[in-house]
Structure formats: C-alpha cells, structure tokens
C-alpha cells in the first residue's frame, strides 16, 4: 500500500462534535464559514507539501461522493460545502460503485471492509494529481478507498486534508497537524 500524506486540522472532541453533528446532520449550514478558516489551514499544509519537490505541480482538489440518499436527505454535501467555504471548488474524479451499510455503526475493520470496492474513479481522474479532501477522518478507510480508486483510474494521490479526526479511532504516528 502507498503511503498517503495526511493533514489534519483538529482533534475531533467537545465541541466540534457538537458543531459537526449540528452541520451535517441538523442542517446548519451556516457554519461551514467558521469550519472552513481550520479547515483551510490544513488544506494549504496539504498543498505546500505536494508541491515541495515539484513547484509547477497542478492539484486537483477530489473528495467522495455523497450517496444519493444522503444527498436527498440533507440536501448537500456537507464536505463539498466545506470545501467551497475555503475557497476550492472540488473536481468529481469518483462514482460510487456499489452500495455499502451507514459507517457510523460500524467497527474499525469493518468499515474497511465495508468500504472495499465502493468507489471507482472517473476517466477524467487519469493524468492528475489529487488531494483528498474530507470533513472527518476516523479510521481512514474512506480515504483508503478514495485513493485506491484513483490510483487505479490513473491518478497519483499525493495527499489528503481533512478537517479532523478521531484520535481514538486513528492509530498512525504519521499524522501531522497543520
């Protein structure tokens, strides 16, 4: 497996867990402007890193794609919102594949199971480089997946923002904070 590069805002704890449920849950989608400012700092990091070694690098900014039904029911993409709110209009270099059950109930290899497969990239994706974007990271098999895909279809995956994550649920002594 590639290693994949990963910044991160914030530690996910009291009270963003609270301000994120309430944004990607309940609708209120006026926060995403206080979101963003953190969420932007981890984008740049993510971006500076990317293009260390190689200056004239264009990044293409990807994330995952909502389900249908969670799109329905919220009416927005709550990672594509944050996004926009920092300044980036994301490119849709993925579809979903197949199916898969809610994440939130599921255990840390579980999810990684639940998400094998599901994503597969775009033609479009082939030729670019891509940083991941996402609100919260957990265990990192949506980003896993994410980068596989896009790997397969062509893309190099040269690092991943997210807004934070969940320290008892991610075990990896790479993560940096932006």
């Not at 039904?69 to 926009?84: K, V």
């Not at 809610?102 to 082939?126: I, K």
Request: glycine content about 6%.
């Amino acid at each position: 497996m590639t290693r994949l590069p990963l910044w991160f805002a914030m530690e996910l704890a009291t009270p963003l867990s609270g301000v994120l449920h309430h944004f990607k849950e309940q609708g209120r989608t006026s926060v995403a402007k206080a979101l963003a400012q953190p969420f932007m700092k981890a984008m740049k990091a993510s971006y500076r890193q990317a293009r260390a070694n190689e200056p004239e690098l264009e990044i293409t900014w990807a994330l995952p794609p909502s389900s249908r039904a969670s799109f329905r029911q919220r009416g927005y993409s709550p990672i594509a919102l944050l996004a926009t709110a920092a300044g980036v209009k994301p490119t849709t270099l993925l579809k979903i594949n197949r199916r898969r059950a809610d994440q939130s109930q599921l255990g840390r290899m579980e999810r990684f199971s639940n998400m094998r497969g599901v994503y597969a990239a775009h033609p479009r994706a082939q030729g670019k480089r891509v940083i991941l974007l996402d609100d919260v990271l957990t265990t990192g098999a949506t980003l896993l997946e994410c980068a596989r895909a896009l790997r397969a279809g062509g893309a190099d995956v040269v690092g991943a923002a997210v807004l934070a994550y969940t320290p008892k649920n991610f075990q990896d002594t790479r993560r940096e904070n932006a």
